[in-house]
């Protein structure tokens, strides 16, 4: 009955997490961003798109090993720089998606997309 459990458990994670990120997958942001925005009636929100510029060349160049590394540490990083206010999902290969709620005003937005640009370098 528990491997049956943990089994479960661990098939719908995968089922809303990135494997190698750890992070919420494009399925699970829908619905965070969902939520966000049926929460956010009197506040705004935003969203921050970060597509990772010649990722391609890491995973020809040094393989897949070492890309999936540099995703989950870059993941990482972006999650830190986010904050309590923001939820981060990684959306496909080297895309990575962040909601902000309540994100304040464009220059505070900004501001954050700046710092999670910052992190990628």
Do not use: I
Request: glycine letters at 10%.
């Amino acid at each position: 009955m528990f491997a049956s459990l943990h089994l479960l458990r661990n098939v719908e994670r995968q089922g809303w997490y990135d494997r190698v990120t750890d992070l919420p997958n494009r399925f699970r942001f829908d619905r965070l961003l969902d939520g966000a925005l049926d929460r956010a009636r009197n506040a705004t929100t935003a969203v921050v798109v970060l597509d990772v510029d010649g990722f391609k060349a890491v995973n020809e160049g040094v393989g897949h090993g070492a890309g999936d590394a540099l995703l989950h540490a870059l993941g990482q990083r972006l999650s830190a720089r986010l904050g309590p206010d923001g939820t981060l999902a990684a959306l496909g290969a080297d895309t990575f998606a962040a909601v902000l709620t309540p994100a304040g005003t464009a220059e505070q937005v900004r501001s954050v997309a700046d710092a999670l640009r910052a992190a990628c370098r």
